[in-house]
């Protein structure tokens, strides 16, 4: 089955405690992308990669890296997580290099920083 | 700044009413709009993609419309079901800036029996 899959589903960690949130797509597709999700405020990009070890800045970067060594891949990585970083994280990826096309999303991961 | 502007916030309908949801956006050079349905605590799924020289797109009972000239979208659901409840949320692309799009808020969408 053709889908984005996101681990872990969901997280509770603490300030500081680095932690990584994993994506994978297995649609051969060249772009993907995290978002993240809050009450009030919608999806707002955080990186996004046009190929692989092509990644740039989304408009809500600061706080998070990713990598991109493998095309299936797109780990989303929190060195040093803060309260201010609770929130429901997506991974999507699309066919087209520029992520025009549509674009699949994964299910989702709930954090919550204490 | 490019930005998407989503009308009504909320809303409202009975089981089997027709409903239109806006989009304003001011996101120049124009690539494309979507539409996506996203239903509570899981991913958006896309409902529809417009590009420039589209005006109108369906996908079963959802009808996206596009005036690029006034940089508007409706997307207009006919005879809703209970399933149609969620939340609907418009994303437009630029030429200029590939890789990134700007989110609506979205427009939460609730049918009542």
């Known amino acids: ?114 | 700044k490019n930005q998407v502007e989503q009308s009504p916030q909320s809303l409202i309908i009975l089981e089997g009413k027709n409903c239109t949801l806006q989009c304003n956006y001011t996101v120049s050079p124009f690539s494309n709009l979507r539409w996506y349905k996203q239903d509570t605590g899981r991913g958006p799924v896309s409902l529809t993609i417009m590009t420039f020289s589209e005006n109108t797109k369906s996908n079963g009972r959802y009808t996206a419309t596009l005036d690029a000239d006034t940089k508007q979208s409706s997307l207009h659901i006919t005879a809703s079901q209970l399933s149609d409840s969620a939340s609907y949320i418009c994303v437009v692309s630029a030429k200029t800036n590939a890789g990134k799009s700007t989110f609506g808020d979205g427009t939460t969408l609730t049918v009542k029996p």
Not at chain 1, 24 to 47: A, K
Not at chain 1, 79 to 90: D, V
Request: with cysteine; charged share 20%; glycine share 8%.
């Open chain 1, 1 to 114: 089955e053709a889908q984005v899959t996101q681990n872990p589903r969901y997280l509770i960690t603490v300030t500081g405690k680095k932690l990584t949130v994993t994506c994978s797509q297995n649609m051969n597709h060249e772009y993907m992308s995290w978002y993240r999700q809050d009450p009030g405020l919608g999806l707002r990009q955080i990186y996004y990669s046009m190929n692989v070890e092509v990644t740039d800045k989304g408009d809500v970067p600061e706080g998070y890296k990713v990598s991109r060594k493998e095309k299936r891949n797109f780990p989303l990585i929190l060195e040093s997580p803060s309260p201010n970083q609770t929130s429901l994280y997506f991974c999507a990826s699309s066919p087209s290099t520029a992520g025009f096309n549509e674009q699949f999303f994964g299910p989702g991961t709930r954090l919550t920083v204490l």
